[in-house]
């Protein structure tokens, strides 16, 4: 749940990129890092393994500028996606504003994505969110692989995967070439500041 300090006229939110083991959800937040220096404020942190595996989270604080007068801020968070890790991916979900759900497009991933938007149902479901209504975004990540012959999935089968009863804006990239990365995100923090603007009653008339 975000934070509305109006006496300060700051608002805060908490976005998290979701998904399966190894599909990439801390390499977009280090490309994030790199390529949006100026709104980024602070370090990244990083909770890792010995092997770079997210242990606990990754987290990345940026300022958003202004709405209505107030200074917006998000926090970006990645969870751990090893299965084992189920409790901390729980604990990482809490007070979530607008989710990044993270595919890795390999062929041999498909299961794995799978089991891990559904593990992101449940664990929404057990903090009373419904997936369908809270912000969301699809990256269908690692497509740069194809040109080292690595078999990938048709973007039309993720589709039918994954967004097939979604239907949320999706996006194909490479968090290692960064290709899809800024696209995903803002339109993430875009649904995700309609909704808080609409909590705030601050929505635009149509
Ligand atoms: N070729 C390619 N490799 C990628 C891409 N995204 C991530 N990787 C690689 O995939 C591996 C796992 O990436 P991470 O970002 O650590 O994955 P993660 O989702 O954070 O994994 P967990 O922390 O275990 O949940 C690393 O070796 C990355 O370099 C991509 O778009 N293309
Ligand atoms: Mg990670």
Not at 58 to 80: A, H, N, S, W
Not at 96 to 119: H, I, Q
Not at 127 to 154: C, H, T, W
Request: glycine share 8%; charged share 30%.
């Amino acid at each position: 749940m975000a934070i509305f300090n109006l006496k300060k006229r700051e608002i805060e939110c908490k976005v998290v990129f979701y998904g399966p083991g190894r599909c990439g959800k801390t390499t977009n937040l280090e490309y994030v890092y790199k390529s949006h220096k100026k709104q980024v404020e602070g370090e990244m942190v990083s909770i890792n393994t010995e092997g770079d595996r997210t242990l606990f989270f990754d987290y990345l604080p940026m300022e958003l500028g202004k709405i209505k007068g107030c200074d917006v801020r998000v926090q970006l968070f990645t969870v751990p996606g090893q299965v084992q890790y189920s409790s901390t991916r729980k604990l990482v979900l809490r007070g979530v504003d607008g989710l990044v759900f993270v595919a890795d497009s390999m062929k041999v991933r498909r299961e794995k994505n799978m089991l891990s938007l559904k593990d992101l149902q449940k664990n929404l479901k057990e903090y009373g969110l419904s997936v369908f209504k809270v912000p969301l975004v699809l990256q269908y990540n690692k497509r740069d692989l194809a040109e080292e012959g690595i078999p990938l999935m048709p973007i039309e089968q993720m589709e039918k995967d994954l967004n097939r009863q979604l239907k949320v804006p999706s996006f194909s990239g490479s968090a290692v070439t960064g290709e899809g990365v800024g696209d995903t995100l803002q339109s993430c923090l875009k649904l995700t500041l309609q909704n808080l603007q609409k909590q705030l009653g601050w929505a635009e008339k149509k």
